[in-house]
């Protein structure tokens, strides 16, 4: 910019002489010319002005412009990897760009489609993650299916190769069949809930009892509990007319699952409790065990569909691996959180919080 201004100096310098030199000294023609020549200066400087502020800047623009469209028409085949980093492409081109723009308006302009493919690269990031979950999640499904169902097959085809009439083994297949068809109508009806969970379920909220909810739960597994030698215990640190928002059905399956993946995961012999205490505006509702306890590397993950700390372990012991998750998208549509703290073998502890 600095030689556009020293520029702009010399020839109005040069046109400014040739003013004085017609008027005070009366040299008509090389005035003329000093004044012709200041003049084309002017005007090639204006043009290089424009080509430098405006023109050079709008083709860089359209070009840019051009680059998105082509980057949305790529393919249909979801290439985000690719978009992305052609978005990045032209990011860089018009951070560098804008740098050397001295228009106002033009520098807004850059600025707003700086910000706009910003957001496009992240909308992009986004959807390439959800195709990575979304990958990962028809995998983990195809491979929880083909267990009970091959398992089952087997059982109808042992049968059906004579074992039907063989007393002291028939029964056993049809009991096996029998668990693994179980198996899987409890994975179909969690994926069912995790589904509707995660598209955001009008949830019945109301004020409800919180130690009569959790008291009938206690009730409804207490014989699964005895079958392992395992206790269910309840510490209530709030009054029985205490009452809590929530949506009454899906806290009844946030506490089964819970107390269900205790029972699953505490030797026999072992002690579950669940407790309620005040927490400030809210009861605070934790559901611990003496169980085997969870690695501190696998945390962060226990709520993810299908995870299992132990897989060979966790599928004997029945389940279809959304338990949790399930726990933790109900959860967030009631604005709260499932926290866990473990320790391996001393035990897990669950707990979150619902207003009053």
Known sequence: MAFFVKYLFISLFFLITGLVLLILMDLPGLSVLIFAFSTLSVLGLTYILYRKTLKEPLVKLSGISRNITDVRNLDKSNNYEEKILSLEQVLKELTEMRLNISDANLNALTGNL????????????????????????????????????FAIQLSLETLIDGAIKDDSVNMDFLRKALSHTNRLSELSSDLISISRFETGVKLSKRYIEINSIIGEVINSLKDIASTKDLSIDF?????????????????????????????????????????????????????????????????????????????????????SGLGLSIVKHILELHNTKIKVESKIGEGTRFYFTLPV
């Open 114 to 149: 700086t910000e706009v493919i910003k957001e496009f690269i992240a909308e992009l990031s986004t959807a390439k993650t959800f195709k990575i979950n979304r990958n990962e999640f028809l995998g983990n499904v195809s491979h929880e299916l083909r267990t009970p169902i």
């Open 235 to 319: 510490s209530q640190k709030v009054k029985d007319s205490e009452r809590v928002f929530c949506d009454a059905d899906t806290m009844k399956q946030v506490l089964t699952n819970l107390i269900d993946n205790s029972i699953k995961y505490t030797p026999p012999g072992g002690v579950i409790t669940v407790s309620t205490k005040p927490d400030e505006k809210a009861v605070e509702i934790s559901i611990s065990d003496s169980g085997m306890g969870i690695p501190e590397s696998d945390l962060p993950r226990i709520f993810e569909r299908f995870y299992r700390v132990e897989k060979n372990r966790s599928r004997e012991m029945g389940g």
